[in-house]
């Protein structure tokens, strides 16, 4: 009776993904109910992708500023809901290199990167070997962050595909872009790569992003959202 029920569950997942047709190993040995109820292929592994409740289909919302300096208590991070995102600050050295000589300065810019990072258990989320070492599916990576003028870097990228002891490196794609400092922060930029033929032993993802932020009469961050990783089966 288990194998009838677990064969039923194996043909709703074939029903759903064209096992067969696409040639993706599919063992009787795998959950297939497992497989079925957590739909792993084409969601959103990420949890919690818009931290901030903010979409790359509207613009980013304008900065609200504090007022004069003492008027709230400082901020020094962004606010949100982080669920599933491990978060840390790095505190940047204040640069002072364009300051003329005999210059009396009020305030300086102060920078920070505010890091972003979760750990995906590939295998967890209802992905079974073979599929990941045999067939290899396509892992698609997404995200979007704030074109903000901050800086002329203020977003960094960092997707590893890990092996099952969580440490070894398989694939890595890392993105340090420099943007265009004139102008206003009207707009989401886009950064995507797709992870193909990365061969077996891959168990685990690591995603990484950091923003920069800016402290200086109030506080300003770089926004990122519809952050997603996502693995698909090749037509």
Request: aromatic share 10%; charged share 30%; glycine share 8%.
């Amino acid at each position: 009776m288990a194998g009838a029920r677990s064969s039923e569950w194996k043909q709703k997942c074939e029903m759903i993904w064209k096992l067969k047709q696409r040639k993706v190993p599919a063992p009787d040995s795998v959950d297939w109910k497992t497989v079925f109820e957590k739909k792993p292929i084409e969601r959103n592994l990420i949890k919690t992708p818009a931290p901030e409740g903010l979409s790359h289909t509207s613009p980013p919302p304008k900065h609200e500023f504090g007022g004069m300096m003492g008027s709230r208590p400082p901020q020094f991070e962004p606010e949100g809901d982080f669920t599933g995102w491990k978060t840390s600050r790095e505190d940047l050295p204040l640069d002072s290199s364009g300051i003329p000589p005999g210059a009396v300065v009020c305030h300086l810019p102060n920078f920070s990167w505010f890091t972003l990072e979760q750990r995906i258990d590939l295998k967890g989320e209802g992905l079974w070997e073979e599929l990941l070492d045999v067939y290899q599916p396509n892992i698609s990576i997404q995200d979007w962050y704030e074109d903000s003028k901050l800086h002329e870097e203020v977003y960094q990228l960092q997707v590893r595909l890990l092996g099952a002891d969580g440490q070894t490196v398989i694939q890595e794609f890392k993105l340090n872009p420099k943007n265009d400092t004139a102008g206003d922060p009207e707009r989401w930029l886009e950064v995507s790569h797709v992870f193909r033929g990365y061969g077996p032993g891959v168990r685990h993802l690591h995603f990484l992003h950091r923003v920069k932020t800016m402290r200086m009469m109030d506080f300003m961050a770089t926004r990122v959202t519809d952050s997603s990783v996502l693995v698909k089966l090749r037509d």
